[in-house]
Structures are given as structure tokens and as C-alpha cells.
């Protein structure tokens, strides 16, 4: 099954954080920005929705500075 772009969206926006503070972490690891400057990491149960969220944000080019130095 391909999840949609939308679904992840969904997914990373339906708390309310806006989808410019989501970053990739590392493998299907999400994280994003809080109003402090602080990141938080947030774990997608769904494997397949994780990995898709990671991708997808990989391509957009949010990706946190360690997942870049250990891909």
C-alpha cells in the first residue's frame, strides 16, 4: 500500500504543529521544533507511516543536522 503525501501530512499536522517544524531524525524517527527552540522527538506507531513521514521529509529537506552526518 502507497501512503499518500496528504496521509503523512495528516499525520505529522493533526496535533497542531505546523508542518514547517517537522524534521526527519533518523530512520523512521520524526521530531520536530516547539515554540521554545526545544526538539522533540515524535514516534509514528504505524512503520509504514513512519518510514513514509521520514521520506517525505527527507524530501522536502527538513532533515535534523545528525541525520545528515549519519544517514
Same mark, same amino acid.
Request: charged residues 20%.
Given at each position: 500500500? /502507497?501512503?499518500?503525501?496528504? @496521509?503523512?501530512?495528516?499525520?505529522? /499536522?493533526?496535533? $497542531?504543529?505546523?508542518? @514547517?517544524?517537522?524534521?526527519?531524525?533518523?530512520? !523512521?524517527? /520524526?521530531?520536530?521544533?516547539?515554540? /521554545? $527552540?526545544?526538539?522533540?522527538?515524535?514516534?509514528? @506507531?504505524?512503520?509504514?507511516?513512519?518510514?513514509?513521514?521520514?521520506?517525505?521529509?527527507? @524530501?522536502? $529537506?527538513?532533515? !535534523?543536522?545528525?541525520?545528515?552526518?549519519?544517514?
Amino acid at each position: 500500500m /502507497t501512503i499518500k503525501d496528504t @496521509e503523512v501530512i495528516t499525520a505529522l /499536522t493533526s496535533t $497542531g504543529i505546523p508542518l @514547517e517544524r517537522w524534521l526527519a531524525l533518523a530512520g !523512521h524517527l /520524526t521530531g520536530y521544533v516547539d515554540d /521554545t $527552540g526545544s526538539l522533540k522527538a515524535n514516534i509514528i @506507531e504505524d512503520d509504514a507511516l513512519a518510514a513514509a513521514a521520514v521520506k517525505f521529509l527527507q @524530501e522536502r $529537506g527538513q532533515v !535534523h543536522q545528525s541525520f545528515k552526518l549519519n544517514p
